[in-house]
C-alpha cells in the first residue's frame, strides 16, 4: 500500500512557541491531505482538509489562524500550531488521498506536548 | 451529519477466541467504510476497506461485513492471539472525509 510519513513523531515545546508537523506521501501524489487530532480515549477529530495548492477547508470550531495548514505540493503538507498552549497537546494524524481515490492513508501521528 | 458508533468501547477475551467487533452509522449514503488498527501512541494501520457495492471483505484472519441499508458493520476476529490486542477503529466515507467511531479497545488475554 501507499506510505504516509509523518514528522516528527513526538515533540515537546513550551508555551507560547509555534510548532510544524510534516507530512508527507513518499509513492504517490496526494491532491488531498487531511488533518486529524485525537485526544485521549477519543476518537480521531477532523480538523481541516487541503487541497493541493489551495487555501485549506477547516472543520468549525477549529482555528485556522491557529493551526496553519500548507499544501504547496503534491507530495507535502505542513500543520504549524502557533503559540501553542498546554490544551493543544495532543495526537495529531495525517493522511493522504490520491486524485480520483477511494481510500486514504495515514500517517505514524504526531504527539505534541506543550509545557 | 454522520455518527459512526462503535460497540462494546472495551473488550477482554482468552487467546483462541472467535470475536465480533460491530460499528453502526447513522447516514447509509457512503462511499466506503474501513477498519483500522490502532497502538497505543501509534498511527493507524488499514485492515480493510469494503465498497459501499460490496458485502464483506477477508484478510487472514479477520472478515467485514458491510450492511449498508441498516448502516452497520461487523469485524470478525478469528482465533484471537494476544498481538491482536489494540484499539480497532471503524471509519465510514461519504461526502465528507471519514468519520470516526471511538473504537473499540481489545485485549486478548494469554
Known amino acids: 500500500g501507499a506510505v504516509v510519513s509523518q514528522h516528527p513523531s513526538w515533540v515537546i515545546c513550551k508555551s507560547g512557541t509555534s510548532v510544524k508537523i510534516e507530512c508527507r506521501s513518499l509513492d504517490f501524489q496526494a491532491t488531498t491531505m487531511f488533518w486529524y487530532r485525537q485526544f485521549p480515549k477519543q476518537s480521531l477529530m477532523l480538523m481541516a482538509t487541503s487541497n493541493e495548492g489551495s487555501k485549506a477547508t477547516y472543520e468549525q470550531g477549529v482555528e485556522k489562524d491557529k493551526f496553519l495548514i500548507n499544501h504547496a505540493s503534491l507530495t507535502l503538507s505542513t500543520l504549524t500550531v502557533t503559540s501553542a498552549h498546554p490544551e493543544d497537546s495532543s495526537f495529531y494524524i495525517c493522511?493522504?488521498?490520491?486524485?480520483?481515490?477511494?481510500?486514504?492513508?495515514f500517517g505514524q501521528g504526531t504527539r505534541l506536548t506543550v509545557v | 451529519k454522520q455518527e459512526v458508533t462503535q460497540i462494546p468501547a472495551a473488550l477482554s477475551v482468552p487467546e483462541g477466541e472467535n470475536l465480533v467487533l460491530n460499528c453502526s452509522f447513522t447516514d447509509s449514503a457512503i462511499y466506503n467504510l474501513q477498519w483500522f488498527r490502532q497502538d497505543p501512541g501509534k498511527g493507524l494501520t488499514s485492515l480493510l476497506l469494503?465498497?459501499?457495492?460490496?458485502r464483506e471483505q477477508t484478510s487472514g484472519r479477520l472478515n467485514a461485513s458491510l450492511d449498508k441499508s441498516s448502516g452497520r458493520s461487523t469485524l470478525y476476529i478469528a482465533a484471537s492471539q494476544p498481538g491482536d490486542s489494540a484499539t480497532y477503529l471503524c471509519?465510514?466515507?461519504?461526502?465528507?472525509?471519514?468519520?470516526f467511531g471511538k473504537g473499540t479497545r481489545l485485549s486478548v488475554i494469554a
Open positions: 469494503i465498497q459501499s457495492s460490496q
Open positions: 471509519a465510514v466515507r461519504g461526502n465528507t472525509p471519514l468519520v
Open positions: 493522511s493522504a488521498r490520491q486524485g480520483g481515490g477511494t481510500e486514504a492513508f
